[in-house]
Structures are given as structure tokens and as C-alpha cells.
């Protein structure tokens, strides 16, 4: 069952948010290989979203090799397991980035995130 | 890409000496969904009279793709003109006959869910049961073609739910390239692909909704903003003063601290119409 978070007031466009929605779901392996995703036309009606911006996120997706398309059957889900890997590190890195830049505009040193992640690994 | 379904040149308007289009040039791709805001009286219906053919514009002109057939074109008017002396049953007959519709063809199922009795008048409907009457008339249509005036504000929020489902079967099923002008942007808000503000009959806006967020900013500070900053509206309390940006361009006010905040597709039309207003009172 897929479930989707959509934000309509959010600026980031309604096609990425569906598309990282899928991608989160295959990563955390909710959506495994070889589920079968809703139509086209579903998805739309579910979502209230565009046909058009459905179809673009499942294309996007099929084009990065997330999902597979067969003619008459719609689309599956495929995912390797190297791939997953690479992209889970890329997003926690993307997280961990947007951290940082906040910290340094905060005014902490190197010496201090050092400090704190430090504590904060020990604690756990 | 897509090819253009409707192309306009130079379109022009005017009513008594006012001119209410003013030399408009635009294109409308097939399949696309197209949002038409802005404020009161700036042409938005008049505009799409006359892309029905109900107005006949003074100047320009409206090409359409020649393989669309005249049936195909579906048009509600912000006045939801019909036969008011028709029954129900007479309206939806009449319009199958004019349409080339078959009658077995039209879809009752949301005309079902409010229980009308098919023997009462059309002038006896409220406005509400009107618009979900009269969308159903243009769904048998199978328009390739649609043209909504403000539809959706006089329907209850379960039906206008329907009513959105039916438009999205709709645009999968026929491709069908919607143009619409709206208000009210919560539930509809998703589906235009593409958004034209229009302010004195011309065109001022004109986006992409994926692209559109990218170029509207919003600088909230307390203090008067650069001069080489363009800004189309400032809006100012007793705490802040929120200025709107556009077009906004990546590295813009670099140095000077502002933080270039999102807006959402209300807040950018609220602030188009906003600064149309501000300029009218000077």
C-alpha cells in the first residue's frame, strides 16, 4: 500500500514530491521488486493530481530504472540492491550537508559538531 | 512537445471604448491544463467567450487545430446560461441532439448522487445543482476542449471532489486540454500545468507550475529593501513588511542578507492582483 504525504502549498513541485514518495517507499523497502504500482489514471484520482504529472513522475522514475513499464501490465517496481545503497548514502549525505550549512550559519566551529556528534554517538 | 491546439494573435476587446483584451498573443498546447487567475474585471471570462466563440473579438485572431470538430469544444460561462423552461430530461436531450451525443452515452452518475428529479425545470435548480448539471451536459460532450468559468465555487466539497475525479478521467482518457479560471485554488490547485495571471486584458504572468515557485520570492524584513530589487507588491503591517519578487533570478540581493523565502500558488496570485490595486489607487 503506498502512502503519500502531498503538500499542494509546498513550493517544491508536486511531481517531485510524488517521486520522492515512491523512492522513499522502494528504499525503505516497502515497495519491493516486482510490486505492482497503481495506473496512471488511479494514482491521479487518488492524488488529485494532473494524468499528466503522474505520467511524468512514473517516466522519470522508469528513465532512473527505479520502476519498469510493460506494455498492457503497467508498472512494476525494480530495484537492485547496489543501487539502493549508493542512493541511500547520497541522501543521507544531502541531509547531512544542509546540517552542517546550518550549524556554520549558527556560528559553530568544526571543533564543536566534532564535539557534539562525538557526545551524541557515545550516548547511544 | 505536444502540437498547439489553440493559437491567438493580436486578440483584442473592447466595450465601450474600455478595452478589456488588449492585443493578446498566446498558444494552448493539446493535453495541457491551463490555470487563467487575476483580479476582478481583468478579462478572464471575456477571454474565454471568446476562445467559445460567444464573443467575437474586435481585433485578431483565434486559430484552432483543424482536427478538432466544432462538438468537441465544451464551454461554461460564469453565468451558466440554459433553457430555463426546460425539464431536466428536455435539456439533456436537447444537448445530446446539438452535440452529436448518443443518449445512452451521457453519464447520470453525478447527476445520481444529488437525486434530481429529471421531470423539474432547469430554473428551478440552485446554482450548485446547476453547475453539477451542466458539467455533466459537457462530460457526454467528450470535449477535446474545455473551457470552465468558476465552476467549482458554488459546489459542496464532496460533489466538487467528484466532480475534480471525473475531470481527471477526463484529461487521462481523452487528453482533453483544459482551461479554466479559478479562484479558489485548494482543491483544483494540482492540476494546472501551467498559470497566466492577466491584469487589463494582457498577460503577466505566464509559467509553468513546476517552474513558477522558482521564479516568485518573498522577502519578509523590517526595513525598505534595494531599489535594483524588482518587486510587484509590498505588503506592510505594524511588525514587517513582506515584499513579493519577480522575476526572481538565482544570486539576486547576494551580500545583503535577505532571505528569499517560497510562495505558494495563492500567495503568488494574491500578490499579482495585490500590486494591480496598489497601482490603481496612485
Given amino acids: 500500500m503506498l502512502k503519500f504525504n502531498i503538500d499542494a502549498a509546498s513550493p517544491v513541485p508536486v511531481y517531485q514530491q510524488v517521486k520522492q514518495a515512491i523512492t522513499l517507499d522502494i528504499m525503505a523497502n516497502r515497495l519491493k521488486d516486482g510490486d505492482q504500482l497503481p495506473s496512471i489514471r488511479t494514482l491521479a484520482r487518488i492524488l488529485k493530481l494532473n494524468p499528466n504529472t503522474v505520467a511524468k513522475v512514473y517516466y522519470s522514475l522508469e528513465q532512473e530504472g527505479y520502476i519498469e513499464g510493460r506494455r498492457g501490465s503497467g508498472y512494476q517496481v525494480k530495484c537492485q540492491k547496489g543501487k539502493m545503497d549508493n542512493l541511500k548514502l547520497s541522501i543521507i549525505e544531502h541531509e547531512f550537508k544542509a546540517f552542517l550549512e546550518k550549524a556554520f550559519s549558527l556560528g559553530f566551529t568544526k571543533e564543536d559538531i566534532e564535539k557534539l556528534m562525538r557526545r551524541l554517538l557515545t550516548n547511544e | ?282
Wanted: net charge negative.
Fill in chain 2, 1 to 282: 512537445m505536444s502540437k498547439d491546439i489553440i493559437t491567438i494573435h493580436g486578440l483584442s476587446l473592447a466595450f465601450g471604448g474600455k478595452k478589456i483584451l488588449d492585443n493578446l498573443d498566446t498558444r494552448f498546447e493539446k493535453g495541457k491544463t491551463v490555470l487563467i487567475a487575476g483580479n476582478n474585471g481583468a478579462g478572464k471570462s471575456s477571454f474565454l467567450k471568446c476562445l467559445a466563440g460567444v464573443l467575437f473579438p474586435d481585433a485578431g485572431e483565434i486559430r484552432l487545430d483543424a482536427s478538432v470538430p466544432r462538438e468537441k469544444i465544451a464551454f461554461i460561462s460564469d453565468r451558466m446560461s440554459l433553457f430555463e423552461n426546460f425539464t431536466l430530461a428536455q435539456g439533456i436531450a436537447f444537448h445530446c441532439r446539438v452535440f452529436n451525443v448518443k443518449k445512452d452515452d451521457f453519464d447520470r452518475s453525478l447527476l445520481c448522487k444529488l437525486k434530481l428529479d429529471m421531470d423539474q425545470k432547469i430554473k428551478d435548480l440552485s446554482i450548485g445543482e446547476r453547475a453539477v448539471y451542466q458539467f455533466s451536459l459537457l462530460m457526454a460532450q467528450k470535449p477535446e476542449i474545455l473551457l470552465l468559468d468558476e465552476i467549482i465555487h458554488n459546489i459542496d466539497p464532496y460533489l466538487r471532489e467528484l466532480l475534480l475525479e471525473a475531470l481527471i478521467g477526463l484529461i487521462d482518457e481523452l487528453n482533453t486540454s483544459v482551461i479554466m479560471v479559478n479562484h479558489t485554488f485548494s482543491e483544483m490547485g494540482r492540476l494546472p500545468e501551467r498559470v497566466l495571471i492577466m491584469e487589463n486584458g494582457r498577460f503577466v504572468f505566464d509559467e509553468t507550475s513546476d517552474e513558477m515557485h522558482a521564479k516568485i520570492k518573498k522577502i519578509v524584513t523590517e526595513k525598505e529593501i534595494a531599489d535594483d530589487i524588482p518587486v510587484i507588491f509590498e505588503n506592510r503591517t505594524p511588525l514587517y513588511r513582506e515584499y513579493y519578487v519577480y522575476p526572481y533570478s538565482e544570486g539576486m540581493g547576494a551580500g545583503s542578507g535577505y532571505e528569499f523565502l517560497d510562495v505558494d500558488l495563492t500567495g503568488i496570485v494574491k500578490s499579482f492582483i495585490g500590486g494591480y490595486y496598489a497601482k490603481k489607487r496612485i
